[in-house]
């Protein structure tokens, strides 16, 4: 059963802050995260989705420490990760592991694919010599590589083999989650299938927790149980995987599940988005998607609405379900 | 503590050696480059030369004025000697002569003999003098690209205002001063030559730091030590190998000019000695400026082509 | 056959590389009739973006080569022509749109002069005629403000917009022919979803012949008119695009389509197409396909299928299908 406490983000912010000027005068932040709160069960999978610069990935990434937060919580097991100091955080990062999107530059291309796998174990001191060689051989054979391989160098492989390459190194510690930032992206849609497959055979296998972040619907769609809609910086919308593909609720998500293209309905009604992604150093007042939201009301102009329970497990921020406002 | 420093080394070399199979691939790459190739021919020749050369040639310093002057092997001049007491010039005709192939020069002394210990002098100065430029330029680029901050700021300041000093006249002054040993020029040489390796290998750091391999050592918990030593420098390795052989000819050539100029060693005979005492007989014996002179022309041309061909071939984008 | 615009009949294009002849394009054939939007479709390495530069003959010279097949168009053979004739076609009769919007425009150059450059290399425009059709040209686009875009440079504005620039700078000289490489994959959904939109109206106001390549079926089934499947360096399967979504016959294609994560309605396994794509210098014996071809026959391994028409529409390169 889900018990949304492996993992637990309350109200995480990440700012980049721009200077400008010959005294780096301090004239704004990106907010990159702003006011981010959702959790994660044991072996639970739940997308994150959104466009290019919605935060997505620096979420990802400032989840592990890889970016430094600028405030708010991330409880993992009960535990405060900001608050760790460095020994505690590297014994952290034995339980969250990252993959990444692109399987060229995520492989230190002078090592060979046995010394990728195996260096999460050298970082932590763990098994002797004899025993990593048999730990590496494991690893590949479950994440179909044959262990003969294990001596070549990351060119000599596809591109899906050196995905599952990295799967393998974030396997090697027992990791109870696994942050999946765009893993199937940079890959041909044959092999996405393989590695998308895999992904959910060690899922079962190890019961592992994922957080999928991806921007192709159609993968979170396959693979969420839970999925999160992110619009610059903020979650915008929430819910079980068949609450939101059936009934999506919040503008935005409308307008993304109606660009997808697929050939099932060749000919629907489209929700074109006007307009750009706005930067995120300037986001519009109010609600940041109004300016490009087609059932834009005059609230929301104002004010930014506040991510509400709409129905049981169905969260979302919009002015358009606030009860409190459309009983005025 | 030695034991550990020893272990530390010993890990570092360890990563820091070339993988076989690695080294092989990057071979197969350089090896179609006909100009590459040829380049490292003539440069392996010279090493030998180097090497085994003075045992087999005559003493380059033993002063004979009776044969001074005579042309290479092939070639005949002539000659013209005045006697004062016949106040005559009699021109004779002088043949060179195999027991000495590439000739003489004013003192005598056997051109042979004198260039193969030039090509001693020229790569032993190439090597070593790099070699300290390199080590430097490479921790200071390094150290900053990863500290980042006032760190990066502070060596990148100092680079600049090391880079701002003429380079030869630096040279010139610290020759000066010290006295024309070749134990100092090649010292001077390497702490002045290091700016250009420092700036090209922090700018591939800070590239390289983003990469996504680097960040997923770190995820996977590796220290900023790890990071630099298993990751970033094995990586700019490659560059370091191009930086490094590009730069052996402009250190030669930085000898030879400083020979040339009078604050050589006298003590040890290189090509730029020889052309300094060549350039005066131009006229009656031009080979004694000819032969270093061709010498030093082939040995930049052979680094340079080697050099361009590891960056081509270490290059992934190149389609080779 | 007036309708046929241009006709690309056994083309290869082979590369010269060090380490060994890579046969990008190795035997392809297909038509481009007027007025419809063709799909070249597949994978990376199937030899579609070589292809395409075929047609303008826009890849590097050495090492590449176009060692037989014709490409004809408008009375010319286009893999014979002068370069003079190709430079007078390019970007004003067939026009290409790369994939990269980043590195297809110049950075230092405003929009508005790369456009007002296109056009004047092509038109006897003067400059304030050519500036007019330039803003003209960015408004269909739905750029807004377009009199302002053309003096920003291309940092200043988004992926999406720098995308909808380039098909405008396309279009400048009304080329009869347009070749979209992959112009949505690099994009969000929501700018992709424009970007289709925007290629539907090319179709429909200006009755554009369009070969559009890319390698996601569902774009293809949105936009395409017909499709030309393409693996190995040759084109394995073509047909109007409901006949390759509705009733593919070769093992590839139906493979591509069953492993789309939208295809089957269950979640689960997806259906995948074991092994990777083959190397362009190891190409295997026989079939390209047969190392990952679920219905493989002996015969796979040592011919090279035949092309059988199915129907008119309809022809695939399969051994399951003999002529």
Known sequence: ?328 | MTEMLRDKVRKISQHLRPNTRLVNYYWQRTRRNKLAVSGLAFIIFLVVLAIIGPSFTLDPTAVNFEKKNMPPVGFTIEQSLYSIETDESTTKEISGTWEHPLGTDSKGRDMLAMIVSGARVSLLVGLIATGIAIILGTIIGVLSAYLGGWVDNALMRFTDIMMTFPFFLLLVLIIFIFGPSLAFIVLAIGLTGWTGTARLIRSESLSLRTREFIVAAKALGASDNRVIFRHLIPNVMSLIIVMATLSIPGVILAEAALSFIGLGDPTVPSWGIILEAGQHSLNTAWWVAVEPGVMLFLTVLAFNFLGDGLRDAFDPKSNI | MDNIILKVSNLKTYFFTGRGIVKAVDGVDFELRRGECLCLVGESGCGKTVTALSILRLFDSPPGKIVDGQISYDGLNLTKCSSKQLRQIRGKDIAIVFQEAQSALNPVLTIGDQIIEQIKNHLPLDDSKARHRAITLLSEMGIPSAERVMSYYPHQLSGGMKQRVLIAISLSCDPQILIADEPTTAVDVTIKAQILDIFRELKASRQMSTIFITHDLAVVAEIGDRAVVMYGGKDVETASVSEIIGNPKHPYTSGLIECLPGASNSTGRLVSIPGTTPNPTEMPQGCAFHPRCPKAMKICSQKEPPETTISKEHKVSCHLYPC
């Open chain 1, 1 to 328: 059963m889900l018990n949304h406490n492996l993992l637990q983000i309350k109200n995480l912010k990440k700012y980049y802050p721009v200077t400008a000027g010959f005294f780096s005068r301090h004239i704004g932040d990106i907010k990159a995260v702003d006011g981010v709160t959702f959790d994660i069960s044991e072996r639970e999978i739940i997308g994150l989705v959104g466009e290019s610069g919605c935060g997505k990935s620096t979420l990802g990434r400032t989840i592990p420490r890889l970016e430094e937060p600028t405030s708010g919580e991330i409880l993992y097991k009960g535990t405060d990760v900001t608050r760790l100091d460095n020994k505690e955080l590297r014994e952290l990062r034995r339980e969250i592991q990252i993959i990444f999107q692109d399987p060229d530059a995520s492989l230190d291309p002078r090592m060979t694919a046995g010394d990728s796998i195996c260096e999460p174990l050298i970082i932590h001191k763990i098994g002797t010599e004899r025993e990593r060689i048999d730990r590496i051989a494991e690893l590949m054979e479950q994440v179909g590589l044959e262990s003969g391989q294990a001596n070549l160098y990351p060119h000599e492989f596809s591109g899906g083999q050196k995905q599952r390459i990295g799967i393998a190194r974030a396997l090697a510690m027992n990791p109870k989650l696994i942050i999946a930032d765009e893993p199937v992206s940079a890959l041909d849609v044959s092999i996405q299938a393989q590695i998308l497959n895999l992904m959910m055979d060690i899922q079962e296998r190890f019961g592992l927790a994922y957080l999928l972040i991806a921007h192709d619907l159609s993968v979170i769609r396959h693979m969420a149980q839970r999925v999160t809609i992110m619009y610059l910086g903020k979650i915008v919308e929430l819910a079980n995987n068949k609450d939101l593909f059936e009934n999506p609720l919040h503008p935005y998500t409308e307008a993304l599940l109606s660009a997808v293209p697929s050939f099932k309905q060749k000919d629907k009604a489209r929700i074109l988005l006007h307009g750009d992604v706005p930067s995120p150093l300037n986001p519009p007042p109010g609600c940041h998607f109004h300016p490009r939201c087609h059932r834009v009301i005059p609230i929301c102009k104002q004010e930014e609405p506040e991510l509400a329970e709409i129905a049981e497990g169905h969260f979302v921020a919009c002015h358009l379900y606030n009860q409190t406002n459309q009983s005025e």
